[in-house]
């Protein structure tokens, strides 16, 4: 019996931590590092701050903590399963990847309050340093796996496609987060046909 309350216990304490970095991650988007409040963050998961400080020793943790807990959501291998696209070909990822970037969802405002809370906190910096290398891994594995299923040039390096796709993916969520008139969007099927020929191109060989 009272292993089976430990077991109740730890699943409890379990949740409320999900709570806890759910709500935070919320308010770091909302508002920013600097402005996020403790209080909020325990009212959103309802719970108390004692709930907080029981967990981490201060703010600087808690949002840390946070920022970590929004990167494991949105790295390339997470939103591959979430789509459920993980057995399709690595082009046809690419342009659902491509399709999802253009509509714009809750990364395009993670990746703006990071870029921004990063220049005035180490903590924040370092983490999205992790994240930028775990992003430009995932991706990299991805191309590799792409070379097998298509006649890929070896001219065209693993690590120049995966930053150009990864400069393209941050570029866009910081572009639309500025607010873009719609003539200089194009259509989701504008873009993904661009995403597709670009990949085409990468099966011929580089120009000299």
Known sequence: MRVADNDVRRRDSDETTTRLLDAAAE???????????????ARRAGVTTGAVFGRWANKSELMAAAVDHIFDQILPDQRIKQLGIDDVPVTDIFSAWAANILSGDETQDVMVQVFASARNNDAVRQRLQWFLDEQAQQIAHLIDRGRIEVDFDPGYSTAAVALLIQAVGVGIHLLLSAGRDEQHIPSAQEWETLIRGLFHSLTTPPPQ
């Open 27 to 41: 308010v770091f988007v909302e508002h920013g590092y600097d402005k996020a409040v403790i209080a909020d963050i």
